[in-house]
């Protein structure tokens, strides 16, 4: 699960600084960290449901 998360985030951070997205709050290419933050988020909420619902 968390790989299938982990694949479109790294794609997502590497469009961003070849041609950013035009997202609100991601329009400048050094904004990319944004995504890694989103994608730890969503790592360690999927880290934890795995952990409780298992």
Do not use: C, E, N, Y
């Not at 934890?48 to 619902?53: A, E, P, V």
């Amino acid at each position: 699960m968390t790989k299938l998360i982990a694949l479109p985030l790294i794609l997502a951070m590497a469009i961003q600084v070849i041609k950013p997205l035009g997202l609100p709050g991601l329009r400048r290419r050094v904004d990319f960290w944004k995504i890694a933050l989103i994608a730890f988020g969503i790592w360690a909420v999927a880290l934890l449901s795995r952990d409780f619902l298992m």
